[in-house]
């Protein structure tokens, strides 16, 4: 599969289920109230601190299966991966379920604020929460096996899907069933079950059968264990990184401001719907180039991803910070919720865009499995980024974390990458500022301040935000990318036959 073809069925899978999650939310809203989106962000962060619990396994599975497809590991071995990894999973996601069934009154009692939902409801929410939390890290393992065998339609196939099933029929559940939050989470629990048989089905169905019967095998498991233990440090501590915000926030906040932040969260978190296609495609083909040790071929791949990323997202992450108020109106039609999150979205945005920037540079690491670098620089990030948030939270609540994470991005931006390229890449890093980001990052900040002129003044018609925004994106992703030499040439390629048959018919 060629890494074009992945990347726009990533976009495709990635994009689809981003936009239903997205776009559903004012229905949501509408028909459970926007104490419900506090407790889909709840939901949310527990699953995030669950995956704690995948102890490396997705990411080690996704590098070995990778490992595999370039002929560096052998059936039999891969087999008896995947079958050891389902054996930890499965039991591993038992575990959770039940630990978070248990203790679903305490957290509904001890730790929500919520004004109008009763804490009953609250507890049986979280209840069903539970084996939605559990069957994620299996569905996870899947995908995770799927995107290394470079079998990315076919995993983008099922996540449309699903995606399409989880929100449609959600929406019907509250719509022609029950209008209660239990029912909005026990139609996500079915969902995640069918998902989980779905993606199981096609690994199985497109991994070759081995010489032997897979079994679980303890020695498979001893000999990746070094790297899957590097990443669950770097797991426990990006968690900690990303996620100690909510969790201080959920606390101190009541729950109807939660679910704003939920919903600029949300908002920011859809430059990763941008940025995760690309960065799925090119793992694969970084580990298979590590592998080979054709560091020449390495090096060209690590300059074209970057250049990818900062083409597309520094375009789309620059508009939504500058008119992150018009695209909650356009999305939600709601002047007042535009105006209370609008603020807030834009910190988060920027602060996610500089971490998009990153991850090329951390997949390079994976790929050569360097986990350690990772380790070092969130454990130091994680000294300075506790106390910060102990201090201002309290003080100034959400913008005040928004504005911690913008500065660990920053820190990200030149010390983790510095490193980075000191050991990998050497000879490479001011070429990566310079024109993997400098240049497209420069032409969409031009564009992007020149439009702020011709921006809509007030919250009054959707349709002028609308065509105002799609303009102003679009032209500022044409800037940005024509500015990005490595895909400048390659975009020239695809469009010059199409031109010349447009030239031969006029």
Not at 214 to 221: C, H, I, N, Q, Y
Not at 285 to 311: M, P, W
Not at 362 to 372: I, P, V
Request: with cysteine; net charge positive; aromatic share 12%.
């Amino acid at each position: 599969m060629t890494l074009r073809k992945n990347i726009v069925a990533n976009y495709i899978g990635q994009g689809w289920a981003s936009a239903m999650g997205f776009a559903f939310l004012p229905v949501y809203i509408q028909y459970l109230g926007v104490e419900t989106l506090g407790l889909i962000g709840l939901f949310a962060m527990m699953q995030a601190w669950f995956t704690l619990l995948d102890m490396g396994m997705t990411p080690t599975l996704s590098r070995e299966m990778a490992r595999f497809t370039s002929g560096a590991a052998d059936l039999q071995a891969i087999r008896n991966l995947l079958k050891s990894l389902e054996f930890v999973a499965f039991i591993v996601a038992v575990a959770i379920g039940v630990s978070v069934f248990w203790t679903s009154g305490i957290i509904a009692e001890s730790w929500v604020n919520a004004e109008t939902l009763p804490v009953h409801v609250v507890a049986g929410a979280i209840s069903v929460m539970s084996i939605v939390v559990g069957t994620r890290l299996i569905e996870g393992l899947y995908r995770g096996a799927l995107m290394g065998l470079q079998r990315q339609v076919m995993a983008n196939s099922v996540t449309v899907v699903i995606s399409t099933l989880r929100h449609g029929g959600a929406l019907a559940v509250v719509t022609l069933v029950s209008t209660t939050v239990e029912a909005f989470f026990a139609w996500q629990a079915v969902i995640s079950v069918v998902s989980v048989i779905a993606l199981g089905v096609a690994v199985h169905s497109v991994l070759p059968n081995a010489p032997a019967r897979p079994r679980v095998s303890m020695a498979r498991l001893r000999e990746v264990r070094k790297f899957a233990g590097g990443m669950v440090g770097i797991t426990v501590l990006s968690l900690v990184l990303t996620q100690i915000d909510k969790v201080m926030l959920s606390k101190f906040l009541l729950l109807k401001e939660f679910g704003y932040y939920t919903l600029a969260s949300s908002l920011a978190s859809c430059l990763y719907m941008f940025s995760a296609p690309i960065t799925r495609a090119f793992y694969p083909r970084f580990v298979e180039y590590a592998s080979a040790q054709n560091n020449g071929k390495f090096c060209d791949l690590f300059h074209l991803g970057s250049q990818t990323i900062s083409g597309i997202i520094a375009p789309v992450g620059l508009v939504v910070c500058s008119f992150s108020g018009g695209i909650i109106y356009f999305w939600s039609g709601d002047a007042d919720l535009a105006r209370r999150c609008g603020t807030l979205a834009a910190l988060l945005t920027f602060g996610t865009m500089l971490h998009t920037f990153a991850h090329v540079p951390y997949y390079c690491q994976l790929a050569h499995g360097w986990t350690s670098l990772a380790i070092y620089v969130n454990t130091a990030a994680i000294v300075i980024l506790l106390p910060a948030l102990i201090m201002v939270v309290p003080i100034y609540g959400a913008i005040g974390a928004a504005c911690v994470w913008i500065t660990l991005n920053v820190s990200y931006m030149f010390v983790n990458a510095h490193l980075m390229h000191k050991r990998l890449l050497k000879g490479e890093k001011w070429d990566w500022y310079v024109s993997d980001l400098g240049k497209p990052i420069l032409a969409a900040v031009t564009v992007v301040l020149l439009s702020r002129w011709m921006a809509p003044l007030q919250y009054e018609s959707r349709l002028e935000w609308f065509v105002f925004l799609a303009v102003v994106t679009t032209t500022t992703t044409v800037t940005a990318v024509l500015f990005a030499d490595k895909i400048r040439p390659r975009l020239f390629a695809i469009a010059a036959p199409f031109l010349l048959r447009v030239k031969t018919n006029a």
